[in-house]
């Protein structure tokens, strides 16, 4: 049984716009249960987009928002969907508690899908700062998976690949290669 409380949630990491969010929502969708995106919830506590936190607090000060709400969550009673930042899992820290406390899928996608997905979103400029300082979104996707990859990886029970499928065939993917996970896919 205590295995089950400490796998009560499924936490969705990767880069940004490999569909965290959307999946976050369906997966909860489907259980009838709750889902929480990490960024939504750090503007909300600070009062301030993430883009405005990296430029007067930096990013130390972030990260360190991101960390607590992040164990906040995977601690919380009950089960949860959790789609935290695409770094959240740079911290050792963080990459503990989501394996202590949750099925963890790493959510992948090329790199010219997520620049195609992130121009196709109008708040990513506004909301999300530059990682790198690389000059074109290409550049700068490009070098963040690079050094992010290999932690993503170390982390992660499952990898979905989100290039070219639905929302319905990537959360198929999951709970199949989920099996383990003890919620019941008709609940």
Do not use: H
Not at 134 to 155: D, G, H, N, Q
């Amino acid at each position: 049984m205590k295995d089950q409380i400490q796998k009560s949630k499924i936490v969705l990491i990767g880069y940004r716009a490999t569909g965290k969010t959307t999946i976050a929502s369906e997966l909860a969708s489907r259980w009838g249960f709750d889902w929480v995106d990490v960024d939504v919830a750090i503007e909300e506590r600070a009062c301030k987009s993430i883009a405005r936190i990296f430029r007067e607090d930096g990013e130390r000060a972030f990260r360190e928002l991101e960390a607590e709400l992040v164990a906040e969550f995977l601690t919380a009673p009950g089960p949860l969907v959790v789609a935290p930042g695409g770094g959240a899992p740079l911290r050792e820290d963080t990459r503990r508690i989501m394996r202590e406390r949750g099925v963890v899928v790493w959510l992948t996608a090329s790199v010219d899908t997520i620049a195609r997905r992130m121009s196709g979103d109008a708040s990513t400029s506004s909301r999300r700062p530059s990682l790198t300082g690389a000059t074109s979104p290409i550049a700068e996707i490009s070098t963040a998976l690079a050094s992010r990859e290999p932690i993503y990886r170390s982390v992660a029970d499952v990898t979905v690949d989100t290039d070219g499928k639905t929302v319905d065939e990537i959360v198929e993917e999951i709970l199949d290669q989920a099996p383990g996970f003890f919620f019941n896919r008709s609940s």
